[in-house]
């Protein structure tokens, strides 16, 4: 049973960081990226070809794939967000979604459908405790989504341009008329959503393999949890994260296997209707 | 004035309508065929079932190769028409429409039994002998004389592994797991009935969906219910996944399963701890032959199309090479065709022999496999009980 | 302002197709598309006027074939099978509207998609039922006091006079005071809320009547082919047919036609491309959406206007 929780917990902190991205781009420019699955394939297979491809060390794949990802990011916003100013929200899902479908199919083309494993940056055997076994990787996933918790807080209330960043999302109009660099905070938000879902990616691939179709799965989980925790509402996603994790793994060992990827929709449809702005409430209000 | 009677005539007209006939007949095998002899083949070659479907494109594709570059079947050559099914049955029913147009001689289908499912209709409607390697036992029941099967089924995998891992490895509490898929659900619920029989009842059974990463869940249930070993059927991908994290949270079972926890590409991403003592009965791999000719062929094959060959890869070369010794002996005609196919009887392929039985399924030798660490051993042969 | 000559032209091409191309193949082709126009002329109900995004489609068009190909083999008179799948897919829109008639957009979308998942899930694993993933075949056709459309041709017939009754049905719904309320709903809400719109039940009626199109092209879906699997009705697939809408053109029923003709010949068209169709459809969805977000049916009426003003 404890089992169960700590893998819950691990799943369920790759389902936060996943949600983290996608909101650090939602909160800024009120748009759902469907395809940020596909950023953490991205991650996955990039930081793959640096430590296994080209043998470099492990924590040098993690920082060029972070760089990377950060690019990807922007070459995102110009490719989808430029274009689609304005244009009703549902036009932007479908825009996304097909980004997904072009990412997904390079990375088929490119990489090939076989699964590749990652190394894990972190090695030793397993610590035990209680009838319990955590893997060495597994606290990785842990202490690197509380890092990453920290370091954005500590951003984006302490920082000059966290704050702008905050600005930006609460009114963007407002902001640009008092002369915040909405771009360039616009800009920083996609580079940081990519770059945590990348980060999310070399994370997962060490424990599920990573192969192209990857993205898929673990992009709807992230929406779920980003919909449960209440769209814009960053505490609210890890705690959605975390939870979801745990639904799952104890979903799928006491209820039934077969139903576990519904579990997910099934939580999300019953928080929705109970709460319709999510367990936290959102951020933002709707514009007439 | 020339008089002919017209006993004579009718006579003289008789014997030569016959020993053109006799003649003609001699030489009817080579010449009722086209200079280029039409196959038909519908695989997935994209999306998520493409990893399995390419395999059937690399063994028919290679011994169509082979063949051609030794001059053809009685010189004339093979042209393989590929069509790609894509993931869905609609597609499927598609390319097989697409394939029929071109009026084929013989139709190779997919391993994936939904779009034989799909396919065979319309195929047993134009008369075309139609071989598949689709594993689930139901294929070869349709009714369907036109369709044969060369690839071992799940129907004999289900019967062979319970009875293996009860009477040979004497486990009495096995967890069954197995993907949500028509592959692993059907194995799972023809295994659930073997076990039956054996009077054996499963400590758990579990399944995981095609796209799933993290299964342990299902292997705690497993564990919990105090199971003493595991029969897995699964993908590589998967099964990989599974037997990683078993180890990760260190259960350690007897494991038996189909040809996934033998394959190359499960092995390539297991450490040898983690690989080593998984027993695995299937269609028969190349990787564990000895003979120098296999063991060159699977490089050339590796070396060709950057893929290990598989068990399906074998299936489908033997099943060219056998039309092809069909089609030397009874000449371009369909019904012809099937008829040897339906008396094929004791047939050499590359690492089994074949014999149609009343159903069409051609394929009744398995093999049972054991990892040494990350290299798989071949136990030995197993037949379906009544070979 | 719908064109008389243009009307006529395609209802013309329409039924001269099967005289002319005798091919069993593009015959079956063009009836999957046909099918694929009704499902999306039913998503443009919901989407296209009513303005709800919906990923649940596909699993209306799920419901419908299984609920068909399940009483026909239990051995009901075919007649009832339309009957039985509007009734399975209203159901099913109600237990999936009343709920989220309040969701705003991306709540909607995840709601849909997850409507539309646990639908799958029920069928891959309510096996003895519905066939598990390994679908159900030998599905009896279409049959009405014995008689019955044989082969490709004449269903391909049946399924155009089909198409030809749903887009006289949208196009009068679409002038009545329900459609005027779903385009007023889709424009603005609140706006509409003011001006004495009941936007929960015009929602709900056209999701309602996008199932229940949905539903009967399910119907003749499994009477026509004669097989139905799961994968036929996935999220993929919904994804497929919301890019029919967009790409035709969102709103127009002739973009509905056309948009769900062109997306299902094409995959078929460049199959030799392989892995290389997905992408270029991908980037071609996104090219779509950003320079013609009315579609196909967008780009005529530019021309059209453009030639008015300037002859």
């Given at each position: 049973?404890?089992?169960?929780?700590?893998?819950?917990?691990?799943?369920?902190?790759?389902?936060?960081?996943?949600a983290?991205?996608?909101?650090?781009?939602?909160?800024?420019?009120?748009?759902?990226?469907?395809?940020?699955?596909?950023?953490?394939?991205?991650?996955?297979?990039?930081?793959?070809?640096?430590?296994?491809?080209?043998?470099?060390?492990?924590?040098?794949?993690?920082?060029?794939?972070?760089?990377?990802?950060?690019?990807?990011?922007?070459?995102?916003?110009?490719?989808?967000?430029?274009?689609?100013?304005?244009?009703?929200?549902?036009?932007?899902?479908?825009?996304t979604?097909?980004?997904?479908?072009v990412?997904?199919?390079l990375?088929?083309?490119?990489?090939g459908?076989?699964p590749?494993?990652?190394?894990?940056?972190?090695?030793?055997?397993?610590?035990?405790?209680?009838?319990?076994?955590?893997?060495?990787?597994?606290?990785?996933?842990?202490a690197t989504?509380?890092?990453?918790l920290?370091?954005?807080?500590?951003?984006?209330?302490?920082?000059?341009?966290?704050i702008?960043?905050?600005?930006?999302?609460?009114?963007?109009?407002?902001?640009?008329?008092?002369?915040?660099?909405?771009?360039?905070?616009?800009?920083?938000?996609?580079?940081?959503?990519?770059v945590?879902?990348?980060?999310?990616?070399?994370?997962?691939?060490?424990?599920?393999?990573?192969?192209p179709?990857?993205?898929?799965?673990?992009?709807?989980k992230?929406?779920v949890v980003?919909?449960?925790?209440?769209?814009?509402?960053?505490?609210?996603?890890?705690?959605g994260?975390?939870?979801?994790?745990?639904?799952e793994?104890?979903?799928?060992?006491?209820?039934?296997s077969?139903?576990?990827?519904?579990?997910?929709?099934?939580?999300?449809?019953?928080?929705?209707?109970?709460?319709?702005?999510?367990?936290?409430?959102?951020?933002?209000?709707?514009?007439? | 004035?020339?008089?002919?009677?017209?006993?004579?005539?009718?006579?003289?007209v008789?014997?030569?309508?016959?020993?053109?006939?006799v003649?003609?007949?001699?030489?009817?095998?080579?010449?009722?065929c086209?200079?280029?002899?039409?196959?038909?083949?519908?695989?997935?070659?994209?999306?998520?079932?493409?990893?399995?479907?390419?395999?059937?494109?690399?063994?028919?594709?290679?011994?169509?190769?082979?063949?051609?570059a030794?001059?053809?079947?009685?010189?004339k050559?093979?042209?393989?028409?590929?069509e790609?099914?894509?993931a869905?049955?609609?597609?499927?029913?598609?390319?097989?429409n697409?394939?029929?147009?071109?009026?084929?001689?013989?139709?190779?289908?997919?391993?994936i039994?939904?779009?034989?499912?799909?396919?065979?209709?319309?195929?047993t409607?134009?008369?075309?002998?139609?071989l598949?390697?689709?594993?689930?036992?139901?294929?070869?029941?349709?009714?369907?004389?036109?369709?044969?099967?060369?690839h071992?089924?799940?129907?004999?995998?289900?019967?062979?592994?319970?009875?293996?891992?009860?009477?040979?490895?004497?486990?009495?509490?096995?967890g069954?797991?197995?993907?949500?898929?028509?592959?692993?659900?059907?194995?799972s619920?023809?295994?659930?009935?073997?076990?039956?029989?054996?009077?054996v009842?499963?400590?758990?059974?579990?399944?995981?969906a095609?796209?799933?990463?993290?299964?342990?869940?299902?292997?705690?249930?497993?564990?919990?219910?105090?199971?003493?070993?595991?029969?897995?059927?699964?993908?590589?991908?998967?099964?990989?996944?599974?037997?990683?994290?078993?180890?990760?949270?260190?259960?350690?079972?007897?494991?038996?399963?189909?040809?996934?926890?033998?394959?190359?590409?499960?092995l390539?991403?297991?450490?040898?701890?983690?690989?080593?003592?998984?027993?695995a009965?299937?269609?028969?791999?190349?990787?564990?032959?000895?003979?120098?000719?296999?063991?060159?062929?699977?490089?050339?094959?590796?070396?060709?199309y950057?893929v290990?060959?598989?068990?399906?890869?074998v299936?489908?070369?033997d099943?060219?090479?056998?039309?092809?010794?069909?089609?030397?002996?009874?000449?371009?005609?369909?019904?012809?065709?099937?008829?040897?196919?339906?008396?094929?009887?004791?047939?050499?392929?590359m690492?089994?022999?074949?014999?149609?039985?009343?159903?069409?399924?051609?394929?009744?030798?398995?093999?049972?496999?054991?990892?040494?660490?990350?290299t798989?051993?071949?136990?030995?042969?197993?037949?379906?009980?009544?070979? | 302002?719908?064109?008389?000559?243009?009307?006529?032209?395609?209802?013309?091409?329409?039924?001269?197709?099967?005289?002319v191309?005798?091919?069993?193949?593009?015959?079956?082709l063009?009836?999957?598309?046909i099918?694929?126009?009704?499902?999306v002329?039913?998503?443009?109900?919901?989407?296209?006027?009513?303005?709800?995004?919906?990923?649940?489609?596909?699993?209306?068009?799920?419901?419908?074939a299984?609920?068909?190909?399940?009483?026909?083999?239990a051995?009901?008179?075919?007649?009832a099978?339309?009957?039985?799948?509007?009734?399975?897919?209203?159901?099913?829109s109600?237990?999936?509207?009343?709920?989220?008639?309040r969701?705003?957009?991306?709540?909607?979308?995840?709601t849909?998609?997850?409507?539309?998942?646990?639908?799958?899930?029920?069928?891959?694993?309510?096996?003895?039922?519905?066939?598990?993933?390994?679908?159900?075949?030998?599905?009896?056709?279409?049959?009405?006091?014995?008689?019955?459309p044989?082969?490709?041709?004449?269903?391909?017939?049946?399924l155009?006079?089909?198409?030809?009754?749903?887009?006289?049905?949208?196009?009068?719904?679409r002038?009545?005071?329900?459609?005027?309320?779903?385009?007023?709903?889709?424009?603005?809400?609140?706006?509409?809320?003011?001006?004495?719109?009941?936007?929960?039940?015009?929602k709900?009626?056209?999701?309602?009547?996008?199932?229940?199109?949905?539903g009967?092209?399910?119907?003749?879906?499994?009477?026509?082919?004669?097989?139905i699997?799961?994968?036929?009705?996935?999220?993929?697939?919904?994804?497929?047919?919301?890019?029919?809408?967009?790409?035709?053109?969102?709103?127009?029923?002739?973009?509905?036609?056309?948009?769900?003709?062109a997306?299902?010949?094409?995959?078929e068209?460049?199959?030799?491309?392989?892995?290389?169709?997905?992408?270029l459809?991908?980037l071609g969805?996104?090219?779509?959406?950003?320079?013609?977000?009315g579609?196909?049916?967008?780009?005529v009426?530019?021309?059209?206007?453009?030639?008015?003003?300037?002859?």
């Amino acid at each position: 049973m404890g089992q169960l929780v700590v893998n819950g917990l691990a799943l369920g902190s790759i389902y936060a960081l996943v949600a983290l991205g996608l909101l650090l781009i939602f909160n800024t420019v009120q748009i759902v990226n469907f395809a940020q699955g596909q950023l953490l394939m991205l991650g996955a297979f990039i930081g793959i070809s640096c430590a296994v491809t080209h043998e470099l060390p492990v924590a040098m794949a993690w920082a060029i794939t972070m760089v990377a990802m950060a690019l990807v990011g922007i070459v995102f916003m110009v490719l989808v967000y430029f274009p689609l100013r304005g244009r009703p929200a549902f036009l932007v899902i479908l825009t996304t979604i097909a980004m997904g479908i072009v990412l997904e199919n390079l990375a088929l083309i490119v990489w090939g459908p076989l699964p590749v494993s990652l190394p894990s940056p972190v090695r030793g055997p397993p610590v035990r405790f209680a009838g319990v076994v955590v893997s060495m990787h597994q606290i990785f996933i842990f202490a690197t989504l509380a890092v990453i918790l920290l370091l954005q807080f500590l951003f984006l209330t302490k920082t000059r341009f966290g704050i702008l960043m905050q600005a930006t999302a609460q009114d963007l109009h407002t902001a640009r008329l008092v002369g915040i660099p909405v771009n360039r905070t616009i800009a920083v938000a996609f580079a940081f959503g990519a770059v945590l879902s990348g980060i999310a990616g070399l994370l997962v691939a060490p424990i599920f393999l990573a192969e192209p179709t990857m993205g898929g799965s673990l992009g709807l989980k992230g929406f779920v949890v980003s919909v449960i925790g209440g769209f814009g509402n960053l505490p609210g996603a890890v705690i959605g994260g975390l939870f979801l994790g745990l639904i799952e793994t104890f979903g799928a060992r006491y209820i039934s296997s077969n139903f576990r990827d519904a579990y997910a929709f099934i939580v999300m449809i019953a928080v929705l209707v109970a709460w319709p702005r999510g367990l936290f409430g959102e951020k933002s209000s709707e514009k007439v | 004035m020339f008089y002919v009677s017209l006993k004579t005539s009718v006579t003289a007209v008789t014997a030569i309508w016959l020993s053109v006939a006799v003649a003609a007949d001699a030489k009817a095998d080579a010449a009722s065929c086209p200079s280029s002899i039409p196959f038909g083949l519908t695989t997935a070659l994209t999306g998520n079932l493409a990893l399995l479907g390419t395999q059937a494109r690399n063994g028919a594709e290679f011994a169509v190769d082979e063949i051609n570059a030794g001059g053809g079947i009685a010189g004339k050559k093979i042209a393989l028409t590929t069509e790609d099914t894509g993931a869905s049955s609609t597609d499927a029913l598609n390319a097989m429409n697409r394939i029929l147009e071109g009026k084929p001689l013989v139709i190779l289908g997919s391993m994936i039994s939904p779009h034989v499912f799909a396919q065979t209709e319309v195929v047993t409607k134009s008369e075309t002998p139609f071989l598949v390697g689709a594993t689930n036992a139901k294929v070869t029941m349709q009714g369907s004389k036109w369709l044969f099967r060369t690839h071992v089924h799940d129907g004999q995998l289900a019967e062979l592994i319970p009875e293996y891992l009860v009477k040979t490895l004497g486990k009495t509490r096995p967890g069954i797991m197995a993907v949500a898929d028509d592959y692993g659900l059907g194995a799972s619920k023809g295994i659930q009935a073997a076990l039956a029989k054996l009077k054996v009842s499963p400590a758990a059974v579990a399944s995981y969906a095609p796209s799933d990463k993290d299964m342990s869940a299902q292997l705690l249930e497993i564990k919990d219910k105090d199971a003493d070993s595991l029969i897995l059927f699964g993908r590589p991908a998967d099964v990989t996944l599974v037997i990683k994290q078993m180890n990760d949270l260190g259960i350690k079972l007897t494991t038996i399963g189909n040809a996934s926890i033998v394959a190359q590409t499960t092995l390539n991403n297991l450490s040898a701890a983690e690989a080593d003592g998984g027993y695995a009965i299937g269609g028969m791999i190349p990787q564990t032959s000895t003979d120098a000719k296999i063991m060159d062929w699977s490089k050339r094959v590796q070396d060709k199309y950057k893929v290990p060959a598989d068990n399906f890869t074998v299936s489908y070369y033997d099943t060219v090479y056998l039309l092809k010794s069909i089609i030397e002996k009874v000449g371009c005609n369909k019904p012809a065709i099937r008829d040897a196919l339906a008396a094929t009887k004791d047939w050499k392929g590359m690492l089994i022999s074949y014999q149609a039985d009343g159903q069409g399924d051609l394929a009744h030798t398995l093999g049972i496999y054991r990892n040494k660490g990350k290299t798989p051993e071949l136990t030995g042969p197993i037949k379906e009980s009544g070979y | 302002m719908k064109s008389w000559p243009i009307l006529a032209l395609s209802a013309a091409v329409a039924l001269a197709v099967p005289v002319v191309a005798h091919d069993g193949y593009i015959i079956q082709l063009l009836n999957i598309a046909i099918l694929n126009a009704i499902v999306v002329l039913g998503l443009n109900f919901v989407t296209g006027w009513a303005g709800q995004i919906n990923f649940g489609q596909a699993a209306f068009y799920g419901l419908g074939a299984y609920t068909t190909a399940i009483a026909t083999k239990a051995g009901l008179p075919w007649i009832a099978a339309p009957f039985l799948s509007v009734v399975v897919v209203v159901v099913a829109s109600l237990m999936l509207g009343l709920p989220t008639m309040r969701l705003r957009t991306y709540y909607l979308a995840m709601t849909t998609i997850g409507f539309g998942e646990i639908v799958r899930l029920m069928i891959v694993h309510w096996e003895p039922v519905t066939g598990g993933t390994s679908g159900l075949r030998a599905i009896p056709g279409v049959s009405v006091f014995g008689f019955g459309p044989q082969g490709q041709v004449q269903h391909y017939y049946l399924l155009i006079a089909t198409l030809g009754l749903a887009i006289l049905i949208a196009s009068r719904i679409r002038h009545s005071v329900l459609g005027r309320a779903m385009i007023a709903t889709r424009d603005s809400e609140i706006a509409a809320e003011q001006s004495g719109v009941d936007t929960i039940r015009t929602k709900l009626l056209a999701f309602m009547i996008g199932a229940v199109y949905a539903g009967l092209a399910g119907c003749l879906y499994a009477s026509s082919i004669r097989f139905i699997s799961p994968d036929s009705f996935s999220g993929t697939q919904a994804v497929l047919l919301m890019t029919m809408l967009i790409v035709g053109g969102m709103g127009s029923i002739a973009g509905c036609v056309v948009g769900a003709v062109a997306l299902t010949i094409l995959p078929e068209a460049l199959r030799f491309l392989g892995q290389w169709y997905l992408v270029l459809y991908g980037l071609g969805v996104i090219a779509v959406i950003v320079v013609a977000p009315g579609g196909l049916a967008s780009l005529v009426s530019l021309s059209q206007l453009r030639r008015a003003n300037a002859g």
